[in-house]
């Protein structure tokens, strides 16, 4: 039994840079999937051009040269590529740090960096020129009418503007919402593109009236956009993924379907609503149409779980957070963990941790006070509590499910396959199982075990892709299968861009 998914599949999930290539369909980079599509936009229909296994890592933008050869900012390894209308990759640089946004002016090819105290250059044969520094986090960049390159602030809400050949950079606008990208239509008005939940993008009539508007297309995460002959925005998501057209007055229409970009983690709340870590935001399976509603745009956020109107969240990166539904606040309750991925709560209140990287469980008091519960653990994914308190722990690298018994990790289940999530209920407990692609549940009384679901196979479960570093910014996530139960028993698997619901008769 493989549940009943909860949304729409869809084949971009996380979008970010976009551009027509010259067979006249839109190419996506996916930095969170680690490849670019190419979708055509009559039919929808979506094709891998660049998989996850090639030498792209980390892909975030892309453009066109002249002769058709595509050119790529691989994001967290620091390097640029040329893909060759071949086929053939060729590495252009790996002397930028963090390049994001791409453009060509002819044969000239331009990056910046997404960074503080960034820099926008020219990358050249003879090696990279810095055109101007001082860029607060630049992004997707674009040549406009007057022949100057315009890129955003991203820390800063300013757009700016420089000659190619380099000079002082001028401001065109400032107090802009949340600036990510900068695109011009085909009659020369500029877009900025906002990455705030609202998906504002603000029009700016530079070279006409002078005029400036808002249009509100409500797609959290805005990422990029591009237009085609006919004038047609259509705009990408680094938070829901998807293509979608955007029509001037707001109007949207979906050419490839948002969804789950993850999703990660996933908790049942009191009231029964089903929440997800989605890496950008908290994030609900349960909207309309088979749609996903987004709680909150957050960034890295992997495990969770409900406790009243509070969400304990952990990053992969080293954080645990607790986010107020009521008042929208975050408190951060721990940093520098190695890796922090599973989380529970417990009947007082203190959280409980499995911390990856360090191979242990640590809990987090109510005054954010770290104590190790229990250490020498392999790669400890998740962790679940019985009725009587007691802390089971999943650990991938050795294959068992551990008990923790006075700080000891006893075995309850051991020979499994990369075991990740796990919860406890009905006096089973449950584990995703996800090298075999199933879900098992363990009797706490006998040992007993059985396989109760499938998890269909994809590339969430299947790809083997660490977290990667690059200065000091986190990049990739790795795999991590999530489960809850509600209180009837159901379950509810977080996996390969989906949340499934297992009914109570389908686990029994």
Avoid: K
């Avoid at 998989?51 to 792209?56: E, W, Y």
């Avoid at 990408?236 to 998807?242: C, N, P, Q, R, V």
């Avoid at 019985?386 to 008990?403: I, T």
């Avoid at 009384?445 to 000091?472: K, M, S, V, Y």
């Amino acid at each position: 039994m493989t549940g009943r998914r909860l949304t729409r599949p869809t084949s971009l999930r996380g979008s970010n840079g976009v551009a027509f290539g010259p067979d006249g369909r839109l190419y996506v980079a996916q930095f969170l999937a680690g490849r670019i599509s190419a979708v055509d936009l009559a039919s929808g229909d979506v094709e891998v051009v660049v998989p996850a296994d090639g030498p792209v890592q980390a892909p975030d933008d892309l453009a066109f040269g002249a002769d058709g050869s595509m050119y790529i900012t691989d994001l967290v390894p620091g390097r640029v590529w040329r893909r060759r209308p071949d086929g053939t990759f060729s590495l252009v640089t790996d002397q930028v740090r963090l390049p994001n946004g791409i453009t060509c002016v002819g044969d000239r090819l331009f990056v910046n960096e997404m960074i503080p105290d960034g820099r926008l250059l020219e990358l050249r044969e003879d090696g990279p020129v810095v055109l101007t520094g001082g860029l607060a986090m630049g992004n997707a960049m674009q040549l406009g009418p007057d022949g100057c390159l315009y890129y955003p602030h991203m820390l800063t809400g300013e757009v700016f503007r420089i000659p190619p050949g380099g000079g002082e950079p001028e401001l065109v606008a400032a107090n802009v919402h949340e600036p990510v990208a900068v695109r011009f239509d085909q009659g020369g008005v500029l877009m900025v593109l906002s990455r705030g939940a609202a998906g504002i993008v603000t029009r700016l009539d530079l070279f006409g009236s002078g005029a400036e508007s808002l249009v509100t297309s409500g797609i959290p995460g805005l990422d990029n956009a591009a237009f085609d002959t006919e004038n047609r925005m259509f705009v990408s998501s680094y938070a829901g993924g998807g293509i979608t057209e955007l029509h001037p007055d707001g109007r949207t229409r979906e050419v490839a379907p948002r969804g789950l970009a993850g999703p990660y983690g996933v908790t049942i709340d009191l009231g029964g609503a089903v929440h997800t870590a989605d890496h950008y935001r908290i994030a609900s399976p349960q909207g309309p149409a088979d749609d996903v509603t987004t709680t909150e745009l957050l960034t890295f956020v992997h495990g969770i779980t409900a406790d009243g109107d509070l969400l304990h969240l952990t990053s992969q990166y080293g954080q645990v957070r607790t986010y107020n539904r009521t008042t929208r606040d975050v408190r951060t309750r721990a940093t520098g963990l190695d890796q922090p991925l599973g989380i529970t709560v417990d009947g007082d209140g203190a959280l409980l941790v499995a911390e990856a990287g360090a191979g242990r469980v640590v809990t987090i008091s109510l005054d954010d006070t770290v104590a190790v519960l229990a250490d020498g653990l392999g790669r400890p994914v998740d962790v679940a509590l019985d009725e009587q308190g007691r802390c089971y722990v999943s650990d991938e690298d050795r294959g068992a499910v551990y008990r923790i018994d006075d700080g000891v990790p006893a075995v309850l289940a051991d020979g499994l396959d990369r075991p990740q999530g796990i919860v406890v209920t009905g006096g089973r407990l449950f584990a995703a199982e996800t090298g075999q692609h199933r879900v098992i549940a363990v009797d706490l009384a006998t040992g007993e075990r059985r396989t109760t679901a499938e998890i269909p196979a994809g590339e969430a479960t299947d790809r083997e892709q660490p977290a990667l570093f690059a200065h000091g910014l986190p990049g990739v996530p790795g795999p991590f299968a999530g489960l809850a139960a509600a209180a009837d028993g159901s379950l509810y698997l977080a996996a390969d861009g989906t949340v499934r619901h297992f009914t109570p008769a389908e686990t029994r």
